[in-house]
């Protein structure tokens, strides 16, 4: 619910605050004194148009904030969550400004945000009906919405099994789309990866055949400096036993150099120790000196292997360049290729188990959008009875309401139905749509009527209906007050009127009166009491606050209302 108000420099209100209360809430006051303003600022509140020629003439900017109860875990909140604002103990604020320039500002939560999110907003919390503002059940997405919560239980079950095929139905149309549209790019696909994977396995390329050729091909290409290196290496360390005679070597200078100190080893240990060393080394140096002969034997320049080493390292790196930086990645893109070509060539099957699956949904979709129709329309009946019978009481006895029920054939998320909405104001005219079948004050009516059938199904919390009484009087007068207090039972109901006899059925009764400059300041909209009550109806009534008649009648007013509620 709207549970306050503010407002500053809108159209003749300086500055007002307006405290409402949950059930049915009146704005009355003389003509030209800014109760319109007060439809105007909700209208601004929930995203309406930024009018800058509704701002305060000498004032910067018009500015509307309103302190809102909801539902901390519901929808709203959420939304509210998503774009960074937050509650004020437990409430929401909203704020909307308009510049004299034109430009409009909005804050949701603390946060600004795009007008398009509090409109967006709006349709979770208020329906305002004003005399050029007939918007929301104008719409045949809501009129549909609308009929579908009248309807109740027995749409529920036929609708979640219509939603469970819709679903389905648009997935596997999806799937087909993409198969049967995509398919000769989809048999490039599969050619390529055919030619690549046959290409691979012509190479049959092994792990870490790469790393071992590249290693191989290094050995051959400089295999006489590697045996050259080993053959000095050996002749360093051991001499060349064809040499005319023994040079000196490392072997037999570890040999001299042991043998002097084993001949005074046994007068020192540390000295002994030394020559063990020597002959350790010498051992070693040995050993190397053989693994050397044995490698310079081994090393051979091998032309022909090294080109066929060459030739396979040349297969292998094309594959390494186009598939991955190893021959390990070659392998994986393989498999998953060979995957995905398994799946490109079982389209075809697929495609036929499709359009069996396709069609088969599309016969169950008909006879699941049947069904909604056909609830639909009983719901449509007794929805015409009621609101042409509430509108008979609201002094158009000879309107008629139809809402029909048209199947279209086309599949959408809520079936395959258009709703609409239509009235027939006088005996033998055509029912029109609503916005072309009714003047300003007879859509509001309709409005009315439609909202007091519609009230516990719709879940919106606030309504406001400007001038819904225009061009009434009466007894029709006293059945609109009574509608909107029925009305006012199941959500807050806020009401601009010029009727005693709608006034006094309200909950919470607020008078808007201009100060002497001609303004509306902070202290110009009043809650009344029983007594200001009695004044304004008086007023209202007989065009004096103080007149007898005016307040007898006024009583009796407002005792009709008590005994109403």
Excluded: C
């Excluded at 939560?109 to 929301?136: E, F, K, Y």
């Excluded at 290496?233 to 060349?240: I, K, N, P, W």
């Excluded at 329309?377 to 309401?401: G, K, N, W």
């Amino acid at each position: 619910m709207v549970d306050e108000v503010r407002i500053q420099g809108l159209g003749v209100i300086d500055e007002a605050v307006l405290d409402l209360s949950p059930g049915f809430n009146v704005v009355t006051g003389e003509t030209g004194a800014g109760k319109t303003m007060v439809v105007t600022s909700l209208g601004l509140l929930f995203g309406g148009r930024a009018d800058p020629q509704r701002v305060r003439p000498g004032a910067e900017r018009a500015t509307v904030e309103g302190r809102l109860v909801v539902d901390p875990g519901g929808r709203v909140v959420d939304r509210v969550e998503e774009a960074g604002g937050e509650l004020d103990d437990g409430a929401l604020i909203v704020t909307r400004s308009v510049s004299a320039e034109g430009r409009s500002r909005a804050y949701l939560g603390g946060r600004s945000v795009p007008v398009s999110l509090l409109i967006n907003l709006a349709d979770d919390l208020v329906a305002v009906h004003g005399q050029s503002d007939q918007q929301r059940l104008l719409q045949a997405g809501r009129q549909r919405g609308a009929l579908d919560r009248y309807a109740g239980g027995a749409l529920t079950k036929p609708m979640r099994a219509y939603t469970r095929t819709y679903q389905r139905h648009r997935q596997v149309a999806a799937l087909l789309e993409e198969i049967t549209t995509r398919a000769e790019e989809r048999s490039r696909e599969a050619e390529l990866l055919r030619f690549n994977l046959t290409e691979i396995e012509k190479v049959d390329p092994k792990p870490g055949e790469d790393v071992e050729l590249a290693a191989e091909e290094e050995r051959l290409g400089h295999a006489d400096a590697l045996r050259g290196a080993a053959d000095t290496a050996h002749e360093s360390l051991l001499g060349d036993p064809a040499a005319a005679f023994e040079a000196a070597n490392v072997v037999s200078l570890l040999g001299t150099a042991r043998n002097a100190l084993d001949a005074v080893r046994d007068h020192d240990p540390e000295l002994a120790g030394l020559a063990d060393r020597l002959a350790e080394a010498g051992y070693l140096i040995s050993d190397v000196a053989t693994d050397l002969a044995a490698y310079a034997e081994s090393v051979d320049a091998d032309p022909a292997r090294l080109a066929v080493v060459q030739e396979r390292r040349a297969e292998v790196t094309a594959l390494v360049r186009k598939h991955g930086e190893s021959v390990e990645q070659v392998l994986e893109w393989a498999r998953t290729a060979a995957a995905r070509l398994t799946e490109l060539e079982g389209d075809d099957g697929r495609i036929d188990e499709l359009r069996a699956e396709h069609a088969e949904l599309t016969e169950r979709l008909a006879v699941e959008a049947g069904e909604l129709t056909e609830v639909r329309a009983r719901a449509a009946e007794r929805f015409s009875a009621a609101v042409t019978a509430e509108l008979a009481a609201l002094a158009m006895p000879h309107a008629r309401v139809e809402v029909a029920v048209t199947a279209t054939g086309e599949y959408g998320p809520h079936g395959a139905d258009e709703v609409e909405v239509r009235l027939a104001p006088h005996p033998g005219s055509p029912p029109l749509p609503l916005h072309k079948g009714a003047s300003g004050g007879e859509l509001s009516r309709v409005m009315l009527a439609i909202e007091v059938v519609f009230a516990g199904a719709d879940p919106v919390p606030t309504f406001v209906f400007d001038e819904v009484d225009a061009g009434v009087g009466g007894k029709a007068a006293v059945e609109i007050g009574r509608r909107l207090a029925r009305l006012a039972r199941n959500a807050q109901v806020i009401v601009v009127t010029h009727l005693p006899q709608v006034a006094a059925f309200a909950d919470q009764h607020l008078v808007v009166e201009k100060s002497s400059d001609g303004t509306v300041t902070r202290s110009g909209v009043t809650a009344l009491d029983r007594e200001g009550r009695l004044r304004e109806l008086s007023r209202m009534l007989a065009g004096l606050e103080d007149s007898e008649l005016g307040r007898a009648h006024a009583e009796e007013l407002l005792q009709l209302a008590d005994r109403e509620r």
